[in-house]
């Protein structure tokens, strides 16, 4: 029997876990990871919002199938030309296939003064210790002002700012000081959410819940002292307790050559094949890659499918499909669900939707693990939601 190609793997987070459990079958399939953990992100609002640590993290070694080999050490080099990956250790491996799936890199500094703001209230992008900063927040402000702020519109989970202020809000209600504490929602966009007709949806709910929007506002500058947020557009906005979405970045990895990435960091994938410029053996997927239309794990977790049916010879495509379950607060919820050719259907609001979210988030470790029982439930799922389904269904 012929030797089984190595397919290298960067990254085994979302995207790049349920990579190689695909693979396993007809590759040798090697993932790096810079830590023994998988974190499943979404859980950082859970931390932010409820205190509920219970689905953060599992060992990577528990997630990927047998035959996948795991080491753990740092990527530092990748070199497409000659097909080498460079460790923290300068130890070398080569490929036959490669797939890079770091996710991002958050960079507070990025943001004149949020390091300082991230020390006192903390954010639900970057740690789970920042995330718990924002619960001591909610449960101890009694009156003020609290703000959401958008710092950068390419961040992880389009839909997060606006589950973050609506479960703050139930926190504030649940706690009976919600009457004190003035709710500001800034986004850098014309309306509340960008896509006009999921905005239809949300808006009424933000202006139901007493949640005042401020559009047009791209958060640029802190002053922590005089807690006072300036926007790129030139606004100001005062403040006693905040958080501000930080700017995203690609990975802290060299890639050469260097038009594989852009100003940014983020690797050019083709947005239908994700793959990397001419290199017709490497892949780039999920948060690090420019084709993530959304940055979210089920992007990640779509783009990995296409690639390992790819490197087997079919013509698989992304169709750009996003499909973000949105907490909502008190028990409700909905989706953004969107492709390439249609924008996020107008979903509605209710509870079957929340409670999907929840069974998505329970499910989560099993979908990698198990991805061959999975993907047929899956194909079910996506093909009766299609977005152009949906849009007839919600006019
Ligand atoms: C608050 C919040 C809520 C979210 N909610 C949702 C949601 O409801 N639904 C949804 O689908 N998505 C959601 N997401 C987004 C989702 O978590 C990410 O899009 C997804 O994890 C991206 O997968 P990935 O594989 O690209 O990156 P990650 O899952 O971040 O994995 C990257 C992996 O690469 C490793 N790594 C990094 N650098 C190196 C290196 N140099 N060498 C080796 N290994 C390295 C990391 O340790 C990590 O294990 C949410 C995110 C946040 C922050």
Redesign the pocket.
């Known amino acids: 029997m012929a030797e089984k190609k190595k397919f290298l793997i ?8 349920i990579l190689a459990n695909s693979l396993v079958k007809d590759f040798d399939v090697t993932v ?4 023994p ?6 859980q ?2 859970q931390i932010a919002f409820r205190n509920d640590y219970s689905n953060l993290y599992r060992s ?1 070694s528990s997630l990927l199938v047998k035959g996948v080999n795991l080491v753990i ?4 080099k990748v070199d497409l030309q000659d097909r080498i990956v460079t460790l923290s250790n300068n130890k070398t491996m080569n490929y036959d296939y490669v797939a890079i ?4 890199t958050i960079e507070h500094k990025g943001i004149d003064g949020n390091e300082k703001l991230v020390e006192q209230y903390g954010d ?2 970057s740690t789970p210790q920042n995330a718990s900063k924002v619960f001591d927040v909610v449960s101890n402000m009694k009156k003020g002002t609290f703000v959401i702020a958008v710092g950068d519109p390419y ?3 389009p ?2 700012p606006y ?1 973050g202020i609506l479960l703050a809000d139930e926190v504030f209600r649940l706690r009976g000081v919600r009457n004190d504490i003035n709710m500001i929602l800034a986004v850098p966009y014309p309306r509340a959410y960008p896509a006009e007709t999921f905005n239809e949806v949300l808006e009424p709910i933000l202006k139901e819940r007493g949640i005042n929007v401020m559009t047009f506002f791209t958060a640029d500058k802190i002053d922590t002292e005089n807690k006072k947020i300036t926007s790129l557009e030139g606004e100001e906005l005062s403040y006693d307790a905040a958080i501000v979405v930080p700017v995203h970045k690609g ?3 060299e890639i050469k050559p260097d038009d594989a990435i852009n100003q940014d960091g983020f690797i050019n994938a083709d947005k239908f094949t994700n793959q990397i410029l001419k290199y017709d053996d490497a892949f780039a ?4 890659s420019t084709s ?1 239309n959304a ?7 779509l783009q990995a499918k296409v690639v390992s049916k790819r490197v087997l010879g079919l013509d698989a495509r992304n169709t750009g499909r996003t ?4 907490e909502l607060g008190f028990e409700k919820g909905t989706f953004v669900i969107s492709d390439y050719n249609h924008p996020a259907a107008k979903v509605p609001a209710n509870t079957i939707n929340f409670i999907m ?1 929840r069974l ?2 329970d499910a989560y470790w099993d979908i990698i693990r198990h991805p061959e029982f999975w993907d047929p439930i899956f194909d079910v799922y996506f093909e009766n939601t299609q977005p152009e389904v949906l849009w007839k269904l919600f006019r």
Request: proline share 8%.
């Open positions: 960067v990254g085994g987070g979302a995207g790049g876990a790096i990871n810079d830590s953990y998988h974190y499943y992100w979404p950082l609002l990577l050490d740092r990527v530092k799936a770091p996710g991002v639900f992008h961040h992880r989970c839909p997060s589950e990975p802290k990895i997927i999920g948060d690090a993530a940055k979210t794990g089920v992007t990640a977790h499909n973000c379950p949105t979210k998505f988030a």
